[in-house]
């Protein structure tokens, strides 16, 4: 009886044991960024106290200090007395490190049981990446600066790690918007926590000289100071207009030491960028000599662009920068120095004669078959810029460092050394891999978080495009078919932080975060191994580890999105969530959505939509999970009507601006069946993401042609569309329009002819809706022709462009086009 009695209680303990354990695995989860490439789960936790001791044995004091560091970091948050040992016996919890040689550099393991954390790496660089990862894996109050209670355990797991490239970096522009120090070592940290291990520090600019060079005291003097800054976007006014305030900045170089030291002791390698031969207004408004019209007076310029001004190839202008990259080769122990290479306008050299003769010795001539690397024909002048990189290559070589230039390096010819920074696309970083040369990727379209990340209309502006974060997750650096030579070539991915639109750390935070993350992710874990939700399932901790960190991130990852897609030829509104869990809830009336509004399940036609006029139904929506909000509430018009979601024909076709096209930039996936003039959805002023945009000139008779079909015959009484007004742009918004009707899309009839006057504000942009009422009449067929809205005077009503006449007709951006 008494055996029987234990059987029942053992059987009764492992039930209850098996279900706290259950309870344990359940709780377990691994919020890690970037994902670990070989993560194995296992039950149960390793409890942080006070009987908690570290065990290590390395001599390495850089091993010491990342211990030493973790030791300190769990004492200022929980409040218990972790103490080193040399050795701990197997019933004392602790987390020990141990040296095993042959790992590669950054590898690591960390293997957590119940009561042992081991972290397995051959250098300081793996044991460091070991701790950030087991920082993830407690509680986000880690990452704060006070004492507080929280679960201080680690889920038990079986992590194997290395990362995917050996390059990993984020650029910071200092020069647009100068930096302060303090966001300089707050941005390192964030690196780190990223396991990025480069840091691209642009220090020269024409808006602005940032570092300190001893032998040349007017860089700091002059070169570092603007007297006032441009207002709002870039060709928003003509003339400019400015602040009136003067910015100024620069970094002494004990700073700079001090800033290098701590990004190493965080695995970071700092590189500079000091830029040649473009982007040098800065330095010339110092020391005019270096111009090719050393008599002129310069500037440090307040607007954003590309500028003429650049260095001229004498030898002054060599001996400057040769003396600049010494004493930078003393602040930064970076094997790669930056030298730019980007945006070098040939103007002035082509003007000077110096610079002509210089070409005649140099017996350099323009192609006249494509090169053999990009596969373009090169001016003489682009091969003066090749002989410019290549010579300042050569002194930086002989200094034992490398050079890293913007793609446009590869223009005549590519320096021989030289590491290629692809970002005009990515068919600059293969060319180059293809020709031998390592590639760092960081393509525009794809890297470059000073774009737009959320719906512009209600976003800051910035300076222009719109790269969401699933788009940056989706970018794999080394395409799938890529050969031998391109996957050895390309050694890493970079995004790009320009701060034209950054003016506060602030927005510096909003602009890079949370993008800069998915970077990062590209940056560390194979292709094979990223999944977009399984992504989103782990930043919803990532926003708590911001929020502690006073990351000022752009929380649109909360938000829900609104969209339009066609559907089987029906335009249905979408709506999509990321955050896990979550529910959407969304109102028609203009109320702000509860848990106990309708409920988001299935994509609904924009059309007949409940008792709610088409013609304008409010959608207001927000996500829940377990009856919170976890985003702001979004909020959108949309214009049902009779070609919603139609296909149409346009003459002349669109140009550069096509509209939001459903593409890589859509959260949805594609949809380039809608374009953007019939997709519900009305232009506004803050972007030009959803306009659609129209050369207009004497050959299509200085208007926009649209024709549409409709689903059957139809009474058609009024036609609605929109026009954007910004003559700083070279757009002028509509004249007038005419709309004409027809059964069989052969003989059309007028039934509106309208000319239209506006009142225009001095300065910015404007939209223009144009409604045009007629008699109700029949039509399959619907056309409408939209007239220009005049001339624009080349330097008069926008900046003077050599490309222009000095009279042309102003284009046309129009949307939406809506037919009632």
């Known amino acids: 009886?008494?055996?029987?009695?234990?059987?029942?209680?053992?059987?009764?303990?492992?039930?209850?044991?098996?279900?706290?354990?259950?309870?344990?695995?359940?709780?377990?989860?691994?919020?890690?960024?970037?994902?670990?490439?070989?993560?194995?789960?296992?039950?149960?936790?390793?409890?942080?106290?006070?009987?908690?001791?570290?065990?290590?044995?390395?001599?390495?004091?850089?091993?010491?200090?990342?211990?030493?560091?973790?030791?300190?970091?769990?004492?200022?948050?929980?409040?218990?007395?972790?103490?080193?040992?040399?050795?701990?016996?197997?019933?004392?919890?602790?987390?020990?490190?141990?040296?095993?040689?042959?790992?590669?550099?950054?590898?690591?393991?960390?293997?957590?049981?119940?009561?042992?954390?081991?972290?397995?790496?051959?250098?300081?660089?793996?044991?460091?990446?070991?701790?950030?990862?087991?920082?993830?894996?407690?509680?986000?109050?880690?990452?704060?600066?006070?004492?507080?209670?929280?679960?201080?355990?680690?889920?038990?797991?079986?992590?194997?790690?290395?990362?995917?490239?050996?390059?990993?970096?984020?650029?910071?522009?200092?020069?647009?918007?100068?930096?302060?120090?303090?966001?300089?070592?707050?941005?390192?940290?964030?690196?780190?926590?990223?396991?990025?291990?480069?840091?691209?520090?642009?220090?020269?600019?024409?808006?602005?000289?940032?570092?300190?060079?001893?032998?040349?005291?007017?860089?700091?003097?002059?070169?570092?100071?603007?007297?006032?800054?441009?207002?709002?976007?870039?060709?928003?006014?003509?003339?400019?207009?400015?602040?009136?305030?003067?910015?100024?900045?620069?970094?002494?170089?004990?700073?700079?030491?001090?800033?290098?030291?701590?990004?190493?002791?965080?695995?970071?390698?700092?590189?500079?960028?000091?830029?040649?031969?473009?982007?040098?207004?800065?330095?010339?408004?110092?020391?005019?000599?270096?111009?090719?019209?050393?008599?002129?007076?310069?500037?440090?310029?307040?607007?954003?662009?590309?500028?003429?001004?650049?260095?001229?190839?004498?030898?002054?202008?060599?001996?400057?920068?040769?003396?600049?990259?010494?004493?930078?080769?003393?602040?930064?122990?970076?094997?790669?120095?930056?030298?730019?290479?980007?945006?070098?306008?040939?103007?002035?050299?082509?003007?000077?004669?110096?610079c002509q003769q210089l070409i005649k010795e140099l017996k350099l001539e323009d192609d006249t078959v494509p090169n053999a690397i990009d596969g373009k024909k090169h001016s003489k002048e682009d091969k003066l810029q090749s002989y410019f990189i290549t010579r300042m290559e050569k002194y930086i070589n002989s200094k034992g460092r490398n050079i890293i230039g913007w793609d446009e390096i590869l223009e005549g010819g590519l320096a021989p050394n030289a590491t290629v920074m692809s970002w005009r696309g990515v068919e600059g970083g293969l060319n180059a891999a293809k020709a031998g040369h390592h590639a760092i990727m960081t393509p525009g379209s794809y890297a470059y978080l000073d774009n737009y990340q959320e719906n512009p209309e209600i976003a800051p502006t910035t300076i222009g495009g719109y790269i969401t974060l699933k788009k940056i997750y989706s970018y794999n650096p080394v395409p799938a078919d890529a050969n031998d030579l391109v996957k050895q070539h390309i050694i890493g991915l970079q995004g790009n932080c320009w701060a034209e639109y950054m003016p506060t750390v602030e927005r510096r935070d909003y602009q890079i975060f949370p993008r800069a993350v998915a970077i990062a992710e590209t940056d560390w874990t194979l292709d094979s191994n990223k999944n977009w939700k399984n992504f989103c399932g782990r930043m919803a901790e990532e926003f708590q580890r911001f929020k502690i960190l006073n990351v000022k991130a752009c929380t649109n990852f909360l938000d829900v999105t609104i969209d339009t897609h066609v559907d089987d030829g029906i335009l249905k509104v979408y709506l999509e969530n990321n955050y896990p869990g979550a529910t959407i809830h969304l109102t028609f009336d203009g109320s702000e959505p509860t848990t106990e509004s309708t409920q988001y399940n299935a994509p609904f036609p924009l059309k007949g939509t409940g008792s709610y006029k088409a013609e304008n139904m409010l959608i207001k929506a927000v996500a829940f999970v377990n009856g919170k909000k976890v985003g702001?509430?979004?909020?959108?018009?949309?214009?049902?009507?009779?070609?919603?979601?139609?296909?149409?024909?346009?003459?002349?076709?669109?140009?550069?601006?096509?509209?939001?096209?459903?593409?890589?930039?859509?959260?949805?996936?594609?949809?380039?069946?809608?374009?953007?003039?019939?997709?519900?959805?009305?232009?506004?002023?803050?972007?030009?993401?959803?306009?659609?945009?129209?050369?207009?000139?004497?050959?299509?008779?200085?208007?926009?042609?649209?024709?549409?079909?409709?689903?059957?015959?139809?009474?058609?009484?009024?036609?609605?569309?929109?026009?954007?007004?910004?003559?700083?742009?070279?757009?002028?918004?509509?004249?007038?329009a005419v709309v004409e009707v027809s059964s069989d899309g052969t003989n059309y009839r007028e039934v509106a002819n309208e000319t239209f006057t506006h009142q225009f504000a001095p300065h910015g942009r404007q939209r223009f809706m144009n409604t045009m009422n007629f008699e109700p009449t029949e039509a399959l067929f619907v056309k409408v022709k939209i007239k220009s809205g005049g001339i624009i005077r080349n330097g008069i009503d926008c900046m003077s462009s050599v490309n222009r006449p000095a009279v042309y007709t102003g284009d046309l951006l129009i949307d939406e086009i809506e037919v009632y």
């Open 1 to 354: 009886m008494k055996n029987k009695f234990n059987l029942i209680f053992l059987c009764l303990f492992l039930v209850i044991t098996g279900y706290l354990q259950a309870k344990v695995i359940s709780k377990n989860e691994y919020n890690l960024i970037p994902l670990p490439n070989q993560l194995t789960a296992k039950e149960g936790r390793f409890v942080f106290s006070n009987k908690v001791v570290v065990e290590n044995a390395s001599t390495s004091k850089e091993i010491q200090a990342v211990s030493t560091d973790f030791i300190k970091k769990i004492k200022e948050v929980s409040g218990f007395n972790i103490r080193e040992a040399i050795s701990a016996d197997a019933r004392t919890p602790a987390l020990c490190f141990i040296t095993t040689p042959g790992m590669g550099k950054e590898d690591y393991q960390l293997f957590v049981t119940p009561t042992r954390i081991t972290i397995t790496a051959s250098e300081v660089n793996g044991f460091f990446y070991g701790i950030q990862t087991l920082y993830q894996l407690l509680p986000p109050e880690v990452y704060g600066k006070k004492q507080v209670k929280a679960d201080w355990s680690v889920p038990c797991v079986e992590i194997k790690d290395s990362p995917r490239f050996a390059y990993r970096g984020l650029m910071l522009d200092a020069c647009r918007h100068f930096a302060p120090l303090d966001y300089v070592y707050k941005f390192i940290d964030m690196l780190a926590m990223h396991k990025m291990n480069t840091f691209h520090w642009h220090l020269t600019e024409d808006q602005g000289w940032r570092i300190e060079i001893k032998k040349y005291p007017k860089l700091m003097e002059i070169g570092s100071t603007r007297k006032e800054t441009l207002v709002g976007y870039f060709f928003e006014n003509y003339p400019l207009i400015y602040d009136g305030k003067e910015h100024k900045g620069y970094y002494t170089q004990e700073e700079i030491k001090k800033v290098v030291a701590y990004a190493a002791s965080k695995q970071i390698n700092v590189i500079p960028e000091i830029e040649m031969p473009g982007h040098a207004l800065a330095a010339i408004a110092s020391y005019p000599q270096l111009s090719c019209n050393p008599d002129s007076t310069y500037q440090v310029s307040g607007r954003w662009g590309v500028f003429e001004q650049v260095y001229c190839p004498k030898e002054e202008t060599f001996k400057f920068l040769e003396d600049v990259i010494d004493e930078v080769l003393d602040l930064f122990p970076s094997p790669y120095i930056h030298i730019g290479g980007d945006e070098c306008p040939k103007t002035a050299w082509k003007n000077s004669s110096y």
């Open 632 to 736: 702001k509430v979004a909020e959108k018009r949309l214009y049902g009507n009779l070609i919603s979601g139609k296909n149409y024909m346009v003459y002349p076709n669109p140009g550069a601006m096509t509209g939001d096209v459903f593409g890589p930039n859509d959260e949805l996936g594609g949809d380039k069946k809608t374009l953007g003039l019939t997709n519900g959805k009305r232009g506004y002023i803050q972007s030009y993401t959803p306009w659609v945009g129209f050369g207009i000139n004497d050959k299509c008779n200085n208007e926009l042609v649209f024709t549409v079909k409709l689903d059957n015959p139809a009474k058609v009484s009024k036609v609605i569309f929109g026009s954007l007004h910004n003559p700083a742009m070279s757009i002028l918004t509509a004249g007038g």
